[in-house]
């Protein structure tokens, strides 16, 4: 269990997806690596009328920061926020990191606060903001993808891999381009949070395991697991951990929170190439930078250093200029 810190929107997705799986918030607590006390409170301060709904938890735990007194900060610095927001930083990201190598405390909410006011006044600040919109998912219904021969449960998944405490435990998955134009390959580190993004040819499962191998085959010693859904695409997964030497494991049928880290790299993917963008018509330069981006943003839960520092171990990148 780690310490309490503010829960984030993804982690009360997964809050309302596990409760409409029928889950005891001890059992929450487990999946979340959150102490239960957190849980329970979570679901006494924020529950709405009509029950824990995601989005209106998430608006009620802002409400009650934003009432904190702000601290004004110089012009300069800023400016120095304004580069980090079009380098498309997240304010979270820009806040931990301010305060971590420039002792500049401000918090996200405000810097919210400044991009709202920015796009009142024309400006495109916003458009540098991760939009997401609320995704519907299906519960109790029964699994029409097929059987995959000899597929692993999660349930046999070393218990060390819900621990994330070595590299090279990988979950996988593929986004689908608007219309069914194009496939994306998503792959992502746990540990690490490192994440490989490659365009595939096709969605067949011969494409996702060359695509896969191609992806993992120079890391190969810092491949130990590889989890996915239970989407036919995968149905080469034996010969995905035969190249890779590593296991590879199923989540169990619409258990999106199992893979929960793949869920939320996805988002941070659609930051780029949203909802209406026909993955055919993107090049592999661009898939090439946006991946570039998000492993060479600091995360919060690396300690403000980025998933290229952690897997790589490179700390070449240590503080932007102002």
């Known amino acids: 269990m780690r310490n309490y810190n503010q829960l984030t929107q993804t982690e009360r997705y997964q809050i309302y997806a596990l409760r409409k799986a029928n889950k005891n918030p001890t059992e929450i607590s487990r999946v979340l690596g959150r102490h239960k006390s957190t849980i329970y409170r979570e679901l006494k301060r924020n529950l709405g ?8 938890a998430h608006q009620f735990a802002v409400e009650r920061h934003m009432s904190r007194d702000r601290r004004r900060i110089s012009l ?5 926020i304004e580069s980090l927001i079009r380098r498309d930083w ?4 820009i806040s931990l990191w301010l305060k971590k190598y420039k002792k ?5 909410e405000w810097i919210y606060q400044y991009i709202l006011k920015d796009k009142s006044q024309a400006g495109d600040l916003y458009t540098h903001l991760r939009l997401r919109k609320k ?12 059987m995959i021969p000899n597929r692993v449960s999660i349930e046999k998944r070393p218990a060390v891999v819900d621990q994330r405490s070595r590299i090279g435990d990988w979950e996988i998955d593929t986004i689908i381009g608007a219309h069914h134009q194009g496939v994306l ?19 067949s499962a011969q494409e996702v395991e060359r695509t896969t191998i191609n992806l993992l085959d120079s890391i190969k010693a810092k491949v130990h697991t590889v989890t996915s859904d239970n989407g036919k695409e995968f149905a080469k997964h034996e010969s995905i951990a035969k190249s890779l030497d590593a296991q590879f494991f199923f989540a169990h049928p619409y258990a999106s929170w199992e893979r929960g880290l793949n869920e939320n790299t996805n988002g941070l993917i659609r930051q780029y190439f949203p909802k209406k963008t026909q993955f055919n018509h993107i090049s592999d330069q661009q898939v090439q930078s946006v991946m570039e981006k998000l492993n060479n943003r600091p995360r919060k839960c690396l300690g403000m250093k980025t998933p290229n520092q952690v897997f790589f171990k490179d700390y070449s990148f240590v503080a932007l200029r102002s």
């Open 49 to 56: 009328k009509r029950g824990y709904r995601a989005v209106q």
């Open 76 to 80: 300069e610095d800023w400016q120095l």
């Open 90 to 93: 997240s304010p979270e990201q």
């Open 104 to 108: 500049i405390r401000v918090s996200h």
């Open 135 to 146: 995704r519907r998912k299906r519960y109790g219904s029964q699994n029409r993808r097929g």
């Open 185 to 203: 390959l998503s792959l992502v580190e746990r540990k690490s949070r490192l994440c490989l993004i490659a365009r595939l040819a096709n969605k």
